[in-house]
T-cell receptor, first 112, second 114 residues
């Protein structure tokens, strides 16, 4: 079992729709969760962080965390073609002094 | 303010040569991390610095890899006797403190070993 799992996609959504990206993790002691966006040929860009159960909203982005189910998700409302990228889920495992463990990413395609 | 910077942006080297990759973190960030991203692979942790010390080197793949950080700022990742499997994008990230958790990445160095 991978430590952080994501569906590789591509996830295709029409412009204006809600994109839902999911991530599961194996270490129940994980404390911090992040979503990074990575455009092709570029480095990862931090877009959301979440530390406690529930929802966290920032503009068109909402991160959701359910520690009991070991599940974190990212919702993108009113998806735009510029949102087309790979979205990486990253987890800080307990006791590892901020080392992040990444999933392999979900490729999102927003179609016109 | 300025983000994380890395140099060179691209490096092509022959198998067996040594290479040095440089990272300049965001000013005031005390924690610095090196990761590697290979084609089709996820981001792989290499090493973490707090100040000038490296409490976690667990991700360095072999003893050909080493890193140092001086003055609590610039870090250099050195790969000796490069092999083709070392070809990857090497990414540096920094965070304000280890406990702040939010890491910000530089643009990366694309290393190609021929």
């Amino acid at each position: 079992q991978k430590e952080v799992e994501q569906n590789s996609g591509p996830l295709s959504v029409p412009e204006g729709a809600i994109a839902s990206l999911n991530c599961t993790y194996s270490d129940r002691g994980s404390q911090s969760f992040f979503w990074y966006r990575q455009y092709s040929g570029k480095s990862p860009e931090l877009i959301m962080s979440i530390y406690s159960n529930g929802d966290k909203e920032d503009g068109r982005f909402t991160a959701q965390l359910n520690k009991a189910s070991q599940y974190v998700s990212l919702l993108i409302r009113d998806s735009q073609p510029s949102d087309s990228a790979t979205y990486l889920c990253a987890v800080n495992k307990a006791g590892t002094a901020s080392k992040l463990t990444f999933g392999t990413g979900t490729r999102l395609q927003v179609t016109l | 303010g300025a983000g994380v910077s890395q140099s060179p942006s691209n490096k092509v080297t022959e198998k067996g040569k040594d290479v040095e990759l440089r990272c300049d973190p965001i000013s005031g960030h005390t924690a610095l991390y090196w990761y590697r991203q290979s084609l089709g692979q996820g981001l792989e942790f290499l090493i973490y610095f707090q100040g000038n010390s490296a409490p976690d080197k667990s991700g360095l793949p072999s003893d050909r890899f080493s890193a140092e950080r001086t003055g609590g700022s610039v870090s250099t990742l050195t790969i000796q006797r490069t092999q083709q499997e070392d070809s990857a994008v090497y990414l540096c990230a920094s965070s304000r403190t280890p406990l702040s958790y939010e890491q910000y990445f530089g643009p990366g160095t694309r290393l190609t070993v021929t």
